[in-house]
């Protein structure tokens, strides 16, 4: 005989399961006791909603979901925010809620909320397991849907007498590969045809084309095909290298200098587009370039978004199909070339300014300048994403984490934790501002109780200054977004890690290196001055997109 909590257990390090990430409860305590004689490690957090959070980053970085647990009712519920993270920004997780025992009732109604039905509009599947026996079946099937393109996030409801519930022993269920559906040879010949016949046409790599299993057919194609290309900012870091085709990453959806050459061109092949993400272009009913959508899904129709020709399938497959056919048969236009050097001139403007408290484009260039190639950048959700998708350039695939689909705040430092777990021989930086810093900073003590090597910048206005700066945008007067904060560096040497604060721009650079080369947690205060920047963005936007004066 065995309990249903060691089936539950067992299932999922027949799944390969390493960690559980959460915050258990009484309702969950025969699970933890299996746990606890189990290969699995559970990672204690200090809140759900963080607990969620690295679990969804788990399964962005590596293709395979990430699990978190936590109690009924004030937990679950907890969970919704990182369920929705990992639903709008397709991150496999399971999320493992427990529940009051469902053959009794003796605690009547106390903390009991319908999760099952809470979970249904913010996850893939959830259900409610009645049946100790049912856990191997139950487990597998979760997994599958999980990994499933469109992956995402998985909910399962234990009751605390399920999981209790002695059953003779059940075999677990083995784990096979899942393979994506190839797209039709005539619709890739359609899709060949139309670049060959298109002038100027321009790649783009959406979220879809971010995920862990297409580096290297995505990083082939664009070196085979050799056509310009740019990103939406999940779509950013596709790719492995330096390319001398990149043309920049749309960190707004028009009046952006990249839009520039979606101006200029008559085709763009938008690999993976998901549009979930805020636009990285608005698409035009007539006059526009036209759009081939290539996607293991067909296209959302949006007034916006509304492919002329789509190419449905495994996206790897898809793009080495397209490269066999495309490859050495086309020519970048040369004026593309010439208007991408334009741009990318641009993103380095003030990079180096000393102004103080520092600008972020001064920021994101001395960040990149003390990270190596495959050093690791999560940002949380702020003013400071902007300039970060515009201005960092990435080498190695994955290596700039960031949010445009849920784009909540609070998940910039779990979403590092993970990070560093997963890459502890890397560097791993969070760059979160002070008000997203603040939702979820007590992970600060998770993270030195784990030994993580991690170096935390808080971009400190003591505003919320993507708020603000909308407000400017959109003419109104500068009210209700400031705050004050704490002592930062008190504050994390308060949870026995390290702490700076830079006091000048020349010193950004020194203090980061001697946080990485000093190990362990280390948060660096940084001051931020978004005003002169938040000018220069309100007036490219009314302006539309910027004039590049070509030779």
Known sequence: ???????????????????????????????????????????????????????????????????????????????????????????????ITGQKAIMSAKQARFQIVDVVASMKPLTKMTRQIVSAASIPAVVRDAFRVAMEERPGPVHLELPEDIAGEEVANVPLIPVHPLEQPV???????????????????????????????LVEPLSDFVRRVKLPFFNTQMGKGAVTGGSNLYVGTAALSEGDYVHQAVDRADL?????????????????????????????????????????????????????????????????????????????????DRSEEDRFPITPQRIVHEIRAVMPEDGMVCLDNGMYKIWFARNYRTHVANTLLLDNALATMGA?????????????????MAVCGDGGFMMNSQEMETAVRLGLNLVVVILNDSAYG????????????????????????????????????????????????????????????????????????VEELRNKTPDIELA
């Open 183 to 213: 797209a039709d040879p005539r619709a890739i010949a359609r899709a060949a045809e139309m670049i060959l016949a298109s002038k100027r046409p321009l790649v783009m790599i959406g979220a879809a084309g971010n995920r862990p299993r």
């Open 1 to 95: 005989m065995t309990k249903g909590s060691d089936l539950l257990v067992a299932a999922l390090e027949n799944e390969g399961v390493d960690r559980i990430f959460g915050v258990p409860g009484e309702e969950n305590l025969d699970v933890v006791e299996s746990l606890r004689t189990s290969k699995i490690e559970l990672v204690l957090t200090r809140h759900e909603q963080a607990a969620a959070f690295m679990a969804a980053t788990h399964g962005r970085l590596t293709g395979r979901p990430g699990v978190c647990i936590a109690t009924l009712g004030p937990g679950a519920l907890n969970f919704s925010t990182g369920a929705a993270y990992a639903h709008l920004g397709a991150m496999p997780m399971i999320l």
């Open 466 to 537: 993507m708020i603000r700066w909308k407000q400017a945008v959109d003419g109104f007067a500068d009210y209700g977004m400031s705050f004050g904060n704490p002592d930062f560096v008190a504050y994390a040497k308060a949870y026995s890690a390290k702490g700076s604060r830079v006091g000048s721009a020349a010193e950004l650079v020194p203090t980061l290196e001697a946080a990485f080369e000093g190990g362990g947690v280390h948060l660096v205060e940084v001051p931020i001055d978004y005003s002169e920047n938040t000018r220069v963005l």
């Open 412 to 428: 910039g430092l779990p979403s590092a934790m993970m990070a560093a777990m997963l890459h502890p021989q890397r560097r791993v």
């Open 268 to 348: 763009i092949i938008a690999i993976g587009h998901d549009t979930v993400e805020k636009p990285p272009f608005l698409m035009q009913s007539a006059g526009g370039p036209k759009v081939i959508h290539v996607g293991y899904q067909s296209a959302t129709v949006e007034q916006v978004y509304h492919p002329d020709a789509e190419v449905i399938g495994d996206i790897g497959a898809t793009v080495t199909a397209l490269a066999e056919r495309l490859g050495g048969r086309l020519e970048a236009d040369p004026v593309m070339l010439e208007l991408r050097q334009k741009i990318l001139a641009h993103l380095n």
